[in-house]
T-cell receptor
Framework: RKEVEQDPGPFNVPEGATVAFNCTYS??????FFWYRQDCRKEPKLLMS???SGNEDGRFTAQLNRASQYISLLIRDSKLSDSATYLC????????????FGTGTRLKVLA | SQTIHQWPATLVQPVGSPLSLECTVE??????LYWYRQAAGRGLQLLFY??????ISSEVPQNLSASRPQDRQFILSSKKLLLSDSGFYLC???????????FGPGTRLTVT
């Protein structure tokens, strides 16, 4: 089993739609969780950290479910500019410098 | 504010040639520094990380090496490149373990 798993997609959605991605992780000692956005042939850029209580930033909402070991990202009112690959990232344990990246979920927002 | 630089942006090198990629961070002191590689269609793979000058930890045994000669400088090297070294090399920093990482623009390496 991979340490961090994501559905590769692509998710093709119309503008204005709501789309949700899930990411599962295998190490129950994982402590820090993040969502990054990566455009084609560019570096990953931090979208948001994921907190235990869940957090929201504009149209984006992230949730953490420790019991089931997954994190989610919800995008509301999708824009064409949201088209990208979304990477789930986990810092696998307290005191470690190792971050595990999922292979990403590709999103295409269609006009 | 902090910025992170990488160069060169692209590189085409023959098999067996040496490699040197450089990363520098501005606007912070004593950052943790990381080198990742992203092969085509694959996730990011951690290669090295450093918590201070001269302190390097290797995650994957291979023909690459890293050095940190100054607080905000991180260098990735190879004496002899292999075809399998092709990929997108990304440098990242964060202020401490567990915190979000910030990436440089990357170097796209093609070994021919």
């Amino acid at each position: 089993r991979k340490e961090v798993e994501q559905d590769p997609g692509p998710f093709n959605v119309p503008e204005g739609a709501t789309v949700a991605f899930n990411c599962t992780y295998s190490n129950s000692a994982s402590q820090s969780f993040f969502w990054y956005r990566q455009d084609c042939r560019k570096e990953p850029k931090l979208l948001m950290s994921v907190y235990s209580s869940g957090n929201e930033d504009g149209r984006f909402t992230a949730q953490l479910n420790r019991a089931s070991q997954y994190i989610s990202l919800l995008i509301r009112d999708s824009k064409l500019s949201d088209s990208a690959t979304y990477l789930c990232v986990v810092n696998i344990a307290t005191g470690t410098y190792k971050y595990i990246f999922g292979t990403g979920t590709r999103l295409k927002v269609l006009a | 504010s902090q910025t992170i630089h990488q160069w060169p942006a692209t590189l085409v090198q023959p098999v067996g040639s040496p490699l040197s990629l450089e990363c520098t961070v501005e606007g912070t002191s004593n950052p943790n520094l990381y080198w990742y590689r992203q092969a085509a269609g694959r996730g990011l793979q951690l290669l090295f990380y450093s918590v201070g000058i001269g302190q390097i930890s290797s995650e994957v045994p291979q023909n690459l090496s890293a050095s940190r000669p100054q607080d905000r400088q991180f260098i990735l090297s190879s004496k002899k490149l292999l075809l399998s070294d092709s990929g997108f090399y990304l440098c990242a920093w964060n202020p401490d373990r567990g915190y979000e990482q910030y990436f440089g623009p990357g170097t796209r390496l093609t070994v021919t």
